[in-house]
């Protein structure tokens, strides 16, 4: 039983105090709320919601939801009991059948002022004695006392705060204290007041880490800092880990059943909780938490050449691994067999986890979510996991969203079967599959960003003597120096080594990326008078430091160094750094040199992943600090990105945020189902996390046949077949009527690329709302914009094609506004400022306008 609870009465919340109420209490709010709340739906008006929508709630996450007995009714044998409260007028208590009663699990009581609390307890004990056994929350009409609280507690029942009244600060005689309310029925059995309290670890298992006081002043501030702070019988207030370090989140602060202890849930940060530098008091971690820990561990520093450090970087093997062990767990028959190779199954399954930054924890979490669904699908297995002589029931046709992980998260791939997409016919699903179809992978960013920060953190104290140990460690060279300077072409020696037809290849690319680009530069001011008088101008500068990062290594990129560095070169920025991995020897590709060259680059910082993003962004001893940061790059480029980007120390801003590539091809029956095959596959090789959609725009059946058999058939010629296969298994066919339904479905997808194999292609162009770059007919396919047509290959994804342009010319410019006031313009203008000025109650801006014209 909570004390209170918090009802979430306005749209414009403090979040530091609902931080605050999600530690102790559960809050009424259908809204978006802390992770770790616990959430219940409040239904005033049965006629406004239906029984679906307060099933979607529940499926979304709500714990609870609160009905009218009219909605009660209708739900009855579909929500279980615990997930169902009754809100009753007290004077209806009456009205509820014994089979409405049984079926919830509490009851909210609505009270009038009129009846003064005072009488509300008694009456809330007998709507308590009627259910039996069930929680009881009254609606308080009336700011209630701690008093009041303790009462309704010693009778199990509590009371519902506006969170308006509800602060941080004291108490006072319009607002009640979070700690206050909280603390109120608390009762310490010991001489001293303080109360025992165990401490216990979110992310492990509810591992208890330890045995503490707390006063009721410890725990206020606890409640309000978020921070685990106990008091110590021997030196009062003790915020642990003020001095070692080793400090705490609190998740959650919980009163035991007797009302005089105290459990605080608590993320530890440090070497552990005990002063001997263990996790907890009662020894160190094991079973799966400590497996997490040395993997976690061992995915920082584990030597090269060990097994751990192989399954990080070999991702054939660790899939092949995960595989070959649920196989062996499958076919187990003894009860030691079966411990065994789950053991085994485990440890690579944590591994795969661990890999991907996904916790214990975040599967826990997955676990309660799954298990707070209220539809369910069917469970069938798929296809190609069924005995051929065991026919399979039909599956509900619901979708399923993406997933962050990749396809080792679920049933692993039949290696020997076609390589074919997933179809959907959109008029068939309903909206929330529809909604479905449009999700992305859910990025972790939080995660990869707590990640890159030591990283960060240490390029940005250590500077190049970082950058060195950082690149011996992640690209295994030793560098005497991390930046480049020119000449870098024609004298570096790895220019030497260009292929003629590559030098070639590339000169007609920059000058196709050169003249594009050069159309689009902002030159002319605008200038308006928007009055007699008043001009106002705006014009443009470029930005003047700007860092490009070119993913390399074993790689070879030159076409995103021509994306970057030629809009750069043609704004004008003063100082381009281009920063991309090293090979083993120190080198850079004699590519990206020679792009450098043509761009003129002032400088190659040979670092690549978080600490090159840092690099740029701090500066150090030999890397200039830079005003803007470009360029794509995997999941720790990304969240260093992110990261920089948000301090304000860095002064440093990003293009866009970036995730997998995407395409989204729209065919209909004029199109070649070959290049329809070749332009999803371009995209499914990048990575098997890459997003590929066909849209079949009322493409024939046969001719849908046709393109699905050239994508086996193609797929299976190519090098990345093995990636391809992932991502096509992963990629989507959505079957709609007619074009504008297609094209319907485009614009809310945002793909980063839009392939039109459409009739009359040019005409549908007009049509599109939201994508990166658009491909128009047969003969335009996407490879030509990632290298040569002229376009800019750096273009958003994830759906931000809604709100991010590609980048441009003007993605490296700044536009500044000025404006220019005559006296006879200010005698127009300046009457009308003072006045705005004056209802502002900013008089020094009014008075800067009078004292000019004698006011």
């Not at 009905?67 to 044998?77: C, D, E, F, I, M």
């Not at 992310?203 to 330890?210: E, M």
Request: hydrophobic share 40%; glycine share 6%.
């Amino acid at each position: 039983m909570f004390p209170f609870l918090a009802l979430l009465d306005s749209e414009h919340v403090d979040e530091e105090l609902l931080l605050a109420v999600s530690r102790v209490a559960p809050v009424i709010a259908p809204g978006s709320t802390p992770e770790s709340t616990i959430r219940y739906l409040l239904v005033e008006d049965s006629t406004s919601t239906d029984c679906n929508q307060i099933i979607t709630f529940l499926d979304n996450g709500a714990d609870k939801a609160i009905v009218p007995l009219s909605l009660a009714k209708s739900l009855l044998g579909t929500v279980p009991a615990h997930r169902l409260l009754l809100l009753l007028d007290v004077a209806n208590v009456s009205a509820v059948s014994d089979s409405v009663r049984n079926a919830v699990s509490g009851v909210l009581l609505k009270t009038s002022s009129s009846d003064g609390f005072g009488l509300d307890v008694d009456l809330v004990h007998s709507v308590s004695r009627f259910f039996v056994g069930a929680a009881v929350h009254v609606l308080a009409p009336d700011l209630p006392t701690p008093s009041i609280i303790s009462k309704l507690a010693n009778i199990g029942a509590s009371v519902v705060i506006p969170f308006s009244k509800l602060t941080l600060c004291s108490t006072s005689q319009k607002m009640i204290s979070v700690a206050d309310a909280f603390l109120a029925p608390i009762v310490s059995d010991r001489s001293d007041g303080l109360f025992p309290t165990v401490i216990s670890s979110d992310p492990h298992g509810k591992r208890s880490l330890g045995l503490v006081y707390s006063s009721r002043e410890s725990v206020a501030e606890s409640i309000r800092t978020g921070k685990g702070v106990y008091h110590s019988r021997k030196h009062g207030l003790w915020r642990k880990g003020e001095t070692s370090g080793a400090t705490q989140d609190v998740v959650r602060i919980r009163v035991d059943c007797d009302t005089d202890a105290l459990e605080f849930s608590v993320v530890q940060h440090g070497a552990g909780f005990c002063h001997l530098n263990r996790a907890s008091c009662f020894g160190d971690l094991d079973g799966l938490a400590a497996l997490e820990r040395t993997l976690a561990s061992r995915l920082v520093d584990a030597p090269e050449g060990s097994y751990t450090r192989r399954l990080f970087n070999d991702e054939e093997l660790l899939r092949a691994k995960i595989m070959e062990e649920a196989d062996e767990l499958c076919r187990a028959k003894t009860k030691e067999e079966v411990a065994f190779e789950a053991a085994d199954l485990i440890y690579f399954t944590l591994a795969r986890c661990v890999a991907a930054g996904v916790s214990v924890k975040d599967i826990e979490r997955s676990l309660d979510k799954k298990a707070m669904k209220i539809n369910r699908r069917p469970g069938n297995a798929k296809q190609q996991w069924i005995p051929k002589n065991e026919p399979q029931k039909t599956e509900l046709s619901r979708v399923e969203a993406p997933r962050a992980s990749t396809s080792s998260s679920k049933a692993p791939l039949d290696r020997n079967g076609p390589i074919q997409m997933r179809t959907v016919d959109i008029s068939v699903v309903s909206p929330e599959d529809r909604a479905k179809l449009l999700k992305r992978p859910v990025l972790r960013s939080d995660e990869m960003i707590a990640k890159v920060k030591p990283i960060v953190d240490n390029v940005r104290a250590r500077g190049d003597s970082a950058l060195r140990e950082l690149t011996a460690k992640f690209d295994k060279a030793q560098l005497d120096t991390p930046l480049l300077l020119p000449p870098f072409y024609p004298l570096a020696p790895e220019a030497q080594r260009l292929d003629p037809a590559v030098r070639d290849a590339i000169d007609a690319a920059y000058s196709n990326v050169y003249k594009f680009h050069a159309a689009q530069i902002d030159g002319a001011p605008l200038v308006v008078e928007t009055m007699p008088g008043v001009t106002c101008t705006r014009f443009a500068r470029p930005i003047a430091r700007v860092g490009l990062y070119v993913p390399g290594g074993t790689a070879v990129l030159p076409s995103t160094a021509l994306m970057l560095g030629v809009p750069a070169q043609v704004a004008g920025c003063e100082k381009i750094v281009i920063a991309t991995p090293p090979r083993a020897d120190g080198s850079i590709s004699p590519e990206v040199l020679y792009v450098a060259h043509k761009v003129g680059a002032h400088a190659i910082l040979r670092a690549g992943g978080a600490q090159a993003v840092a690099a740029l962004a701090y500066g150090t001893e030999t890397v200039p600090k830079v005003d803007k940061i470009f360029g794509p790059g995997n999941q720790w480029v990304t969240a260093a990105k992110m990261l920089v980007q948000n301090d304000t120390d860095a002064l440093v801003s990003i293009d866009m945020p970036a995730g997998p590539s995407e395409v989204l091809v729209i065919a209909d029956d004029t199109c070649n189902p070959a290049f329809v095959a070749a332009d999803l596959l371009s995209q499914a090789e990048h990575g098997i996390d890459s997003q590929v959609v066909l849209v079949a725009s009322s493409l024939p059946g046969t001719m849908l046949a046709e393109v699905e058999e050239e994508v086996d058939k193609q797929a299976h010629a190519l090098g990345r077949v093995d990636i391809v296969r992932e991502s096509v298994a992963k990629s989507l066919i959505v079957k709609t009527q007619g074009p504008e339904t297609a094209m319907e479905f485009s614009n809310d997808y945002a793909p980063e690329h839009l392939i039109l194999h459409m009739r009359d292609a040019p005409a549908w162009v007009d049509h599109v709302k939201n994508a990166g770059s658009v491909f128009v007919g047969p003969y335009s396919p996407e490879s030509c914009g990632d290298y040569a047509s002229g376009t800019n290959h750096t273009l958003p994804t994830n759906g931000y094609a809604r709100q991010f342009s590609g980048v441009n010319t003007q993605s490296f410019q700044k536009h500044i506004t000025s404006q220019e006031v005559t006296m006879d313009g200010l005698q127009t203008l300046g009457p009308i400022v003072a006045t705005l000025a004056d209802c502002e109650g900013l008089q020094a801006h009014a008075n800067a306008v009078r004292i000019r014209l004698g006011m």
